[in-house]
């Protein structure tokens, strides 16, 4: 069993920076693939970016490629999402997951964090 906990969010203007933590509680996190979705109001929750269990691969959308960047520690079992050039797109709520497959699919994964919003202003 893997608890999650996201932090990190809030208010930032167009091109500002936020980073965003993901605490994870349980001795198997190292095993486990995260990923970042995000969901805005009224849309589908969408993939942001994967790391997988070792830190070895990344994997991003095309949206937020060359912007942000997602890293994890393992002896902290925290992974996080830096987000840069933000833009009023970017708004959202950012959820972390963790998975044992290394995919993009949200059905993938076998748990959630809550949530932290992020809202970017122009």
């Known amino acids: 069993q893997v608890q999650l906990v996201e932090s990190g969010g809030g208010l930032v203007q167009a091109g500002g920076s936020l980073r965003l933590s993901c605490a994870a509680s349980g001795r198997t996190f190292s095993s486990y693939n995260m990923g970042w979705f995000r969901q805005a109001p009224g849309k589908e929750r969408e993939f942001v970016a994967i790391i997988s269990w070792s830190g070895a691969s990344t994997y991003y959308a095309d949206s937020v490629k060359g912007r942000f960047t997602i890293s994890r520690d393992n002896a902290k079992n925290t992974v996080y999402l830096q987000m840069n050039s933000l833009k009023p797109e970017d708004t959202a709520s950012y959820y972390c997951?963790?998975?044992?497959?290394?995919?993009?699919?949200?059905?993938?994964?076998?748990?959630w964090g809550q949530g932290t919003q992020v809202t970017v202003s122009s």
């Open positions: 997951a963790g998975g044992r497959g290394y995919s993009g699919n949200r059905r993938d994964y076998d748990y």
